[in-house]
């Protein structure tokens, strides 16, 4: 039926199919949006989670851009101070800048450098990554499956039954989560040169991993690691005395306690429900712009300063789309559904 529609209105003079944004594209060029709402509503298509559209939502609804106004304004009001100093400079009684003006860039820079500090809109596409590691037969695999509700690893009382990794991405509560399920880690020698890579390739993802939940002895995981004592349903299980959480995931016992532990640490990772979140080439750009007004505090000419004020200008006319390039737009609006 599609198709047909389609046919038809094909067959009509002057008409077409829209190009993947072009809708988007077209509010872009008329000044009916700028570039960062544009890259809000981008993402909102692309949300999968509760979290991930409350962010994008901000962005499309102009919270950044507002925010970057704001700064723009700021370093206007500067870069006047200045050029009344250019001005007059000539003169015997010409002004200095006032003492206050220093203070007021450091201002800024500080702003600039708390919203940097967020976490960045990236981590809600990627989620909140948590590797479960531990020995050979701690139970990460059945925990693996209970977190993900899913049957992804395979789960054998024989141990190195996980060679390899395994990653499941998630909700939780409207937070995004990648699971990741590990070979057991064991340095006894016993292991064969199949099990050795998984190891190996286990050990790598400790590094990655926003929160590592650790099934194995007391004390034996990284730094920050939260100590899970799994297995509570078995006979001969041994509690751990400082454990995070003790669970079993065969039974469910516990298991709500845990993910709701999750969902919290995650939620103070990720950016804030309805808060608007920087993008890579957004975080560029602003960083572009502290770093201009961080170069102006160190200079007492009028001339130098202004040109690092002009600097910061510039930074966020790239940042909402006043100063961009065919190429970068073509790569934004690619990512849209046809005509959206």
């Known amino acids: 039926m599609v198709a047909a529609v389609e046919r038809a209105l094909a067959a009509i003079p002057g008409l077409r199919r829209a190009e993947a944004g072009e809708f988007t594209r077209r509010a872009f060029a008329n000044g009916r949006i700028d570039l960062a709402e544009a890259e809000g509503l981008g993402d909102l298509l692309a949300a999968e989670t509760e979290l991930a559209r409350a962010a994008a939502l901000a962005n499309a609804g102009g919270a950044l851009s507002r925010q970057v106004e704001g700064w723009r304004e700021r370093v206007l009001g500067l870069s006047a101070e200045v ?20 203070w007021n860039i450091a201002a800024l820079a500080q702003d600039l450098r708390q919203w940097l500090a967020r976490p960045r809109s990236e981590r809600l596409g990627e989620g909140f990554r948590v590797v479960l590691a531990g020995p050979p037969n701690a139970g990460k695999s059945t925990l693996f499956n209970a977190l993900t509700e899913s049957e992804a690893a395979i789960t054998s009382p024989i141990a190195g039954t996980t060679r390899d990794v395994i990653e499941r991405s998630v909700a939780i509560g409207g937070v995004p989560f990648t699971f990741v399920d590990t070979a057991g880690l064991r340095d006894d020698g016993l292991a064969d040169e199949i099990e050795s890579i998984g ?74 429900p309805g808060e608007a979140a920087l993008n890579a080439r957004q975080h560029a750009r602003l960083s572009e712009a502290a770093e201009a007004l961080e170069g102006a505090q160190g200079l007492s000419d009028p001339l130098l300063i202004a040109e690092e004020l002009r600097r910061a200008r510039l930074a966020f006319d790239r940042l909402i789309g006043r100063a961009t390039t065919e190429d970068m737009l073509d790569t934004l609006f690619g990512r849209f559904c046809i005509g959206k």
Not at 88 to 100: K, Q, R, T, V
Not at 239 to 255: I, Q
């Open 83 to 102: 050029e009344g100093v250019l001005d007059f400079s000539d003169e015997e009684d010409s002004a200095d800048l006032p003492e206050c003006f220093t």
């Open 199 to 272: 190891i190996d390739r286990a050990k790598s993802q400790l590094a990655r991993a926003d929160l590592v939940l650790w099934l194995g002895p007391e004390g034996g995981g990284p730094p920050g690691a939260w100590e899970i004592a799994a297995q509570a349903d078995r006979d001969g299980f041994v509690p751990k005395r400082s454990a995070s959480f003790t669970l079993s995931a065969t039974s469910g016992e516990g298991l709500g306690a845990l993910k709701s532990g999750l969902v919290k640490a995650a939620r103070d990772a990720l950016p804030k």
